[in-house]
T-cell receptor, first 112, second 115 residues
Framework: QKEVEQNSGPLSVPEGAIASLNCTYSDRGSQSFFWYRQYSGKSPELIMSIYSNGDKEDGRFTAQLNKASQYVSLLIRDSQPSDSATYLC????????????FGKGTMLLVSP | AAGVIQSPRHLIKEKRETATLKCYPI?????VYWYQQGPGQDPQFLISFYEKMQSDKGSIPDRFSAQQFSDYHSELNMSSLELGDSALYFC??????????????FGSGTRLTVV
């Protein structure tokens, strides 16, 4: 069974700092990796996707993937209080069509 | 842009009652997924449909059933409700021709409270 592991947090960072969120996965055949942001009581919102080793940057967000270590991370630069949310790591398996498996999420708290 | 539409937004039912949740995927998306998220929990996959056929099955109780209709909307039917069924139920859709590599788009969810 596929597993996706995240530190539940909370991860507390001051405004303007870099927040680093980490995720490990068990299925070595996984091909696609996603980060979702979820505010309390709201639906998950896709913020980053990454498919190949290395870094992918989008605005203040950078996703990093290391398939050899089965590790994916999300960096948030210049953190804002509005970034305070739970960040869910999601992984799908080989073939591209398999269901996403979510981690339990890391709560991020950005203090003004 | 059109999003995934779920109804109702909130639902209160008594134990042993039935509930029906509806999901309207993004136009031209052919795959629908249902997830259950309890308080403080990660989304748990229940079931998915591709082109109106069941595609994958997760931890869906036998008391629950679902289907996808010809217009691609999907319904999750829940019977003999239990207190533990109280949760947020999310529907998500994707276009399978592109695989799931682009991730899902989630609806706003239905909050079910069983009393």
């Amino acid at each position: 069974q596929k597993e996706v592991e995240q530190n539940s947090g909370p991860l507390s960072v001051p405004e303007g700092a870099i927040a680093s969120l980490n995720c490990t996965y068990s299925d070595r055949g996984s091909q696609s990796f996603f980060w979702y942001r979820q505010y309390s009581g709201k639906s998950p919102e896709l913020i980053m996707s990454i498919y190949s080793n290395g870094d992918k940057e989008d605005g203040r967000f950078t996703a990093q993937l290391n398939k050899a270590s089965q590790y994916v991370s999300l960096l948030i630069r210049d953190s804002q209080p509005s970034d305070s949310a739970t960040y869910l790591c999601a992984v799908n398996g080989p073939g591209g069509y398999s269901t996403l498996t979510f981690g339990k999420g890391t709560m991020l708290l950005v203090s003004p | 842009a059109a999003g995934v539409i779920q109804s109702p937004r909130h639902l209160i039912k008594e134990k042993r009652e039935t509930a029906t949740l509806k999901c309207y995927p993004i136009p031209r998306h052919d795959t629908v997924y249902w997830y259950q998220q309890g308080p403080g929990q990660d989304p748990q996959f229940l079931i998915s449909f591709y082109e109106k056929m069941q595609s994958d099955k997760g931890s869906i109780p036998d008391r629950f059933s679902a289907q996808q209709f010809s217009d691609y909307h999907s319904e999750l039917n829940m019977s003999s409700l239990e207190l533990g069924d109280s949760a947020l139920y999310f529907c998500a859709s994707s276009l399978r021709d592109r695989g799931t590599s682009y991730g899902y788009t989630f609806g706003s969810g239905t909050r079910l409270t069983v009393v």
